[in-house]
């Protein structure tokens, strides 16, 4: 009997154990939060040609988190990144959400290529996930509002709203030519602009679609080039693409008005170009000019923040001027935790997203979300290169979002 009863004091103590740890690992039911900890996952390309734009975010996710964990946590919990490599390829992509989800028992995603949305998104909304600030998402996917999807930038079709805007504006560019990614964020960006120039004095002259890993854009220049614009716009892909064309342009010897989009008006796509090939080029962006150590006076001190917190974790960062750019949209989700409140659940972080009403965002923008909108920055600014570096040459552009 006092081996039984010892037994029995031992089992209990084990079942005990056993449910209190239970508890711990889903607080209240919610997936990926605890006590002590909230789980939040990530997939993107982390390796291959573009696998630093991955790798990066992912070393900015992990230094605004280091930063609040060092300080405790958001009441009291520390935040936790599990990261996956996608590569370039979207099933992979879908294999690494389900992982997360279904294995990991992630509380919400951050981050994630535009061509994942539409394989991924219904599988994450039927998990109820929240999915925060996808980069580049197509017009459709983010209009009408998709409850667990949040973009913090504009859509390729409203950062294109920005450029109309502004040409009309010039009256000097009346026949335009793009060059535009393969994609469905260059798609619909491209349905956005014929919709937004129909009823003006400026016409679209020609269009190509380009792959995202394309080695030359001969075939695409030499056909716009036929039509004789007075302006090509680049859009719906990544840097390396856009220097492709650029390059191409010049090699030919074409003289005609260059204007990029808003994800590749940056440091990296000036690193690519020679300074000839870059000077003058025309860019629509979304706030306040990338961070970049040579030129920390034209950022904001948001910026200059982030730059140094990514520093003190990751000394050997690289690209940082992006880096920024996700670290402080990562302090914006960090704000929507702590207006969530101690009891958290993904209902209580979503209508915390939506609660943002001109939240500045450290870039020199303001996001917007409401329960009919989910694309926090609608607008931007223009900017030139001159020096090899992008000079605001415009006022902030204002553009009215479908909700």
């Known amino acids: ?83 996956y490599d996608s590569g ?32 991924a998104y219904p599988f994450l909304a039927e998990q109820g996930v929240p999915w925060l600030f996808p980069m580049a998402p197509p017009n459709d ?27 009309i504006n010039q009256d000097k560019y009346h026949r335009v030519a793009a060059i535009y990614g393969d994609s469905a964020s260059g798609k619909t960006g491209l349905e956005g602009l014929k919709k937004d120039l129909s009823g003006t004095n400026i016409k679209i002259v020609a269009a190509e679609a380009i792959k995202g890993d394309a080695a030359s854009a001969a075939v695409q220049v030499a056909k716009i080039r036929k039509e004789n614009p007075d302006i090509v716009l680049l859009f719906g892909y990544t840097m390396q693409p856009a220097a492709t064309c650029i390059k ?7 003289d005609v008005q260059i204007m990029v989009n808003m994800p590749i008006t940056n440091e990296v796509l000036l690193r ?53 750019e996700h ?29 943002f009403k001109d939240y500045p965002t450290g870039k020199g923008s303001y996001a917007t979300f409401s329960p009919t909108r989910r694309e926090g920055i609608s607008g931007g600014i223009i900017t030139q290169v001159k020096d090899n570096w992008w000079v605001q040459i415009s006022d902030w552009i204002n553009v009215d979002l479908d909700e």
């Not at 696998?51 to 605004?64: E, K, L, P, R």
């Not at 294999?95 to 394989?119: H, M, Q, T, W």
């Not at 191409?248 to 074409?254: D, F, L, R």
């Not at 929507?336 to 609660?355: P, Q, Y």
């Open 327 to 355: 670290y402080l949209s990562v302090e914006l989700f960090i704000e929507a935790l702590k207006r969530a409140g101690k009891d958290l659940t993904r209902e209580k972080l979503i209508d915390a997203m939506e609660s």
């Open 1 to 83: 009997m006092k081996k039984f009863f010892v037994f029995l004091v031992f089992f209990l103590v084990f079942i005990s154990t056993f449910v209190f740890a239970s508890s711990q690992t889903e607080a209240k039911g919610v997936p990926g939060v605890t006590d002590t900890e909230i789980l939040i996952g990530f997939t993107m390309p982390m390796s291959g040609p573009i696998g630093f734009i991955g790798s990066g975010t992912a070393d900015a996710v992990n230094a605004c988190f280091q930063k609040y964990n060092d300080m405790g946590g958001i009441y009291g919990r520390k935040l936790k990144l599990i990261t």
């Open 88 to 119: 370039m390829d979207a099933a992979q992509a879908l294999a690494n959400y389900r992982k997360l989800v279904l294995e990991d028992k992630v509380f919400a995603v951050l981050f994630g290529f535009s061509f994942f949305i539409r394989p």
């Open 141 to 167: 996917a983010m209009f009408p509002a998709q409850k667990y999807l949040f973009s913090l930038f504009p859509t390729t079709a409203t950062q294109l709203k920005t450029t109309v805007k502004w040409l």
């Open 272 to 324: 690519l170009l020679t300074e000839e090939e870059a000077d003058g080029l025309l860019g629509a962006y979304w706030g306040a000019i990338q961070y970049t150590e040579d030129r920390p006076e034209d950022s904001t001190p948001e910026m200059r923040a982030a730059a140094e917190t990514i520093l003190k974790y990751y000394p050997k960062s690289t690209n940082l001027g992006g880096l920024v």
């Open 248 to 254: 191409e342009i010049k090699k030919v010897g074409w």
